[in-house]
């Protein structure tokens, strides 16, 4: 059975993401996934719970391939040709990334919002 993320996990989640790039072109049919991600991260609910989270659309005109990177509060990065997934598995992606840091902090007595 697959991991199901509620919202208020996710919510809780993308405390541990800091920077958000999502490249495309907007009149290239490939680029749905990456116009799909960057309006559920542009959600009220993702900047209420990190005021610090900065979500940066590049537009362009040419004909490069869309893509998406996720930088992370430990300086990691995850990066996605977002021509070949679809916006659940990015974001599931992205969840046990985060889900790992939150142990992570958790056993180390970390918090995530003091970073």
Do not use: C
Not at 78 to 90: A, Q, T
């Amino acid at each position: 059975m697959p991991l199901k993320v509620t919202k208020e996990m996710s919510t809780h989640l993308i405390k541990y993401v800091r920077t958000i790039d999502v490249s495309f072109n907007p009149f290239d049919n490939r680029t749905r996934s990456a116009r799909e991600l960057l309006r559920q991260m542009n959600a009220t609910r993702y900047t209420r719970s990190n005021p610090k989270l900065k979500v940066n659309p590049i537009v362009s005109a040419t004909p490069n391939a869309p893509w998406v990177k996720f930088g992370f509060v430990d300086g990691t990065d995850k990066r996605f040709d977002s021509r070949e997934f679809l916006v659940d598995e990015m974001l599931m992606d992205v969840w046990r990334v985060a889900m790992k840091m939150d142990d992570d902090f958790e056993l180390e007595g970390k918090n995530v919002d003091d970073m």
